[in-house]
C-alpha cells in the first residue's frame, strides 16, 4: 500500500518535473548546430535566416510555441512567438518563402542537421553529440 | 497576361485552404496551403461621406451605415507550389470588399519563380507591386502593425499590381542583405463607374536591411488611361523605412506620385509602436496632398487630407489577433478625400471624422 503510493507520488513528481522542464529552458542550455562541415556561423546570421531576412542556410524549427521555440527566438531575435508569426507570415503570404519546418524534436533537428550541411537547427546542449557541431552558444 | 477566375475556382482554393492538409506527406513535398483572414466593423460619426479601407470600395462606415463590416473585412487563401528544384509558384485568392461593393474574390498573386542561383530569380505572372514597404502585405491584417494601411499612402497609386515578368537580385555586403528587383508588366484596376489601365509599366525597387533596419526605394512608371481619357503618364518614387528591434518599432514611407492628368500628389506616414507583453500599442500620423493648382483634371487639392490615429493590438491567442484603432482624419478637401466615399453635398473642407475600428486577424 505505502509502496503504491509512494510510486504515485514519485511518478506524480516526475510529471511535476517534466512540466517544469517543458515551461521554462534557461536560454543557456540552447544550442545553435551545424553539420560538422559547415563553415562558422555569426549570432547575427541567426538572426537573419531565423527571421527570413537571409537564405543562405535552410533554418529548422522546433515545435511552435514549445518552450525550447520561445526561449530560442527571445533570446536569438528579440522576439515572440506572435512577433515571429507576423514576420513570417509577411514572408509567406507575398509568396516569398515558406517559414522554417518545425521538427517535433531536439533528436529530430539533430539528425536532419547531421544529414545536411546547408541546414541549421537550435537543441538542447544536453543532446549534442559527434553528429552535429555547436556554432555557437545561445547565450 | 490575363487571369480570368471563374468564382467557384476561387472558392475551392479557399475552402482547401481551411483544411489541414498536411496527412499526406507525399502531397506536402509540393503543394502547401496556408490562409488569412480579418473580420473588421468600423464605426464613424461623420455623417456626409463613408469611411473606407481604401479608396476603390464605394460604401463604408458614416453616411450609408454607422458601423460597417465592409471596410477591413478580408479572407484569403493561398497555394504554394514546388514544381522542380529551383521552380516554384503562388497563387492567391483574396475576398474584400471591391468598387462593387461586393466580395467577389480576385487573384492576389499568381506567378511562377525560377532560382537560377539562390540570389538570382525570375517570376512570370501576377506580383503586388512594391508601391511602399507593406504593399505587397497590405491586406494581411496578421502582418500589419495597424488595423490598416493609412489610405493616405495607398490613394497615391491607383495600380496595386503588375502582371508580367520582374528579376529579383540578392547583394550582401558583409551584414548588409540588399534585395534589388526590375519588372516589367502592365495592369489594370476597376473603379466603381471607371477603369484604370496601366501599360509599358516598369518598376525599380531596392530593399536594403541591415539587421533590425530596413530601408525601401521604389520607382514607377507607365502609360495610363483611365476611363475615356487620352493615354497619360504615370510616375511615383517612394521611399520608406523601419527600426524594429522587437521591444519597439518606428516605421515611416512616403510617395511622391505624378500623373499627367491629375496632378502631383504626396503622401506620407510616420508611427511608432512598443512591444508590451502581448501588447503593441502605435500611434500613427498619416497625411495625403496634392499641390497641382490647375491640373488637367479640374480637380484640385484631390485627396487631400490628415490622420492622427492610435491604437493597440493584443495577440491574445496563437495565430490571432485582436486590434482597436481611433483615429480622426481632417477633411481638406471636396474632391474625394483618400478615406472617404459615396460623399454628400454636405461635406466642407475643415470637417473631422472621428472613426473606431475593431478588427480579428488570423492566419492558418
Do not use: C
Not at chain 1, 48 to 73: C, K
Not at chain 1, 106 to 117: H, I, L, R
Amino acid at each position: 500500500m505505502s509502496r503504491a503510493l509512494s510510486m504515485k507520488t514519485s511518478a506524480l513528481g516526475a510529471l511535476i518535473v517534466a512540466l517544469l522542464a517543458a515551461t521554462t529552458i534557461r536560454a543557456e542550455d540552447i544550442v545553435v548546430i551545424v553539420n560538422p562541415a559547415a563553415k562558422p556561423i555569426t549570432k547575427e546570421q541567426i538572426a537573419d535566416l531565423y527571421l527570413g531576412r537571409s537564405a543562405e542556410l535552410t533554418p529548422l524549427d522546433q515545435t511552435a510555441g514549445s518552450a525550447i521555440y520561445v526561449q530560442f527566438y527571445k533570446k536569438a531575435t528579440g522576439r515572440d512567438a506572435a512577433q515571429v508569426k507576423a514576420i513570417w507570415s509577411r514572408i509567406l503570404f507575398t509568396g516569398r518563402g515558406l517559414p522554417p519546418k518545425q521538427l517535433p524534436d531536439s533528436e529530430a533537428v539533430k539528425k536532419a542537421v547531421a544529414a545536411n550541411p546547408n541546414v541549421v537547427g537550435y537543441i538542447e546542449k544536453s543532446a549534442v553529440d559527434a553528429s552535429v557541431k555547436v556554432a555557437l552558444p545561445l547565450d | 497576361m490575363k487571369f480570368k477566375w471563374h468564382p467557384a475556382a476561387a472558392a475551392a482554393i479557399l475552402g482547401l485552404g481551411t483544411l489541414p492538409v498536411y496527412a499526406d506527406p507525399t502531397i506536402d513535398q509540393y503543394v502547401h496551403f496556408s490562409a488569412f483572414g480579418t473580420l473588421g466593423e468600423v464605426y464613424s460619426d461623420y455623417r456626409q461621406a463613408d469611411f473606407t479601407g481604401e479608396f476603390l470600395q464605394p460604401h463604408g462606415a458614416g453616411f450609408s451605415r454607422r458601423w460597417s463590416p465592409t471596410p477591413d473585412s478580408d479572407l484569403g487563401g493561398q497555394a504554394d507550389l514546388r514544381i522542380l528544384d529551383g521552380l516554384t509558384g503562388v497563387v492567391q485568392v483574396i475576398a474584400r470588399d471591391n468598387d462593387d461593393g461586393n466580395f467577389k474574390p480576385r487573384v492576389e498573386w499568381a506567378n511562377i519563380k525560377y532560382a537560377f542561383t539562390p540570389d538570382l530569380a525570375v517570376r512570370v505572372g501576377r506580383t503586388l507591386l512594391p508601391t511602399y514597404e507593406r504593399s505587397d502585405s497590405q491586406n494581411v491584417g496578421y502582418a500589419l502593425p495597424w488595423v490598416r494601411i493609412p489610405n493616405e499612402i495607398r490613394y497615391s497609386n491607383s495600380a496595386t499590381h503588375s502582371d508580367g515578368v520582374d528579376v529579383l537580385y540578392r547583394i550582401k555586403t558583409g551584414a548588409v542583405i540588399q534585395d534589388l528587383q526590375v519588372q516589367f508588366g502592365r495592369t489594370s484596376e476597376e473603379f466603381s463607374g471607371a477603369v484604370f489601365h496601366g501599360k509599358d509599366l516598369i518598376v525599380v525597387s531596392d530593399t536594403v536591411q541591415y539587421g533590425n533596419t530596413s530601408v525601401h526605394l521604389a520607382y514607377q512608371t507607365m502609360m495610363y488611361t483611365f476611363s475615356t481619357l487620352p493615354p497619360a503618364r504615370f510616375r511615383l518614387a517612394s521611399a520608406g523605412f523601419t527600426y524594429d528591434p522587437g521591444t519597439w518599432f518606428v516605421t515611416g514611407d512616403s510617395n511622391f506620385t505624378y500623373y499627367d492628368f491629375f496632378g502631383h500628389f504626396y503622401a506620407w506616414y510616420l508611427s511608432v509602436g512598443m512591444h508590451v507583453g502581448r501588447f503593441t500599442p502605435y500611434l500613427v500620423y498619416a497625411t495625403e496632398d496634392a499641390p497641382t493648382s490647375e491640373p488637367p483634371s479640374g480637380l484640385t487639392a484631390l485627396g487631400d487630407e490628415r490622420t492622427v490615429g492610435a491604437g493597440v493590438r493584443w495577440d491574445f491567442a496563437k495565430n490571432i489577433d485582436f486590434k482597436l484603432q481611433l483615429q480622426r482624419v481632417i477633411i481638406e478637401t471636396t474632391d474625394a478625400p483618400a478615406s472617404f466615399n459615396n460623399v454628400q453635398p454636405g461635406l466642407r473642407v475643415g470637417d473631422k471624422a472621428n472613426v473606431v475600428s475593431l478588427t480579428l486577424d488570423f492566419v492558418f
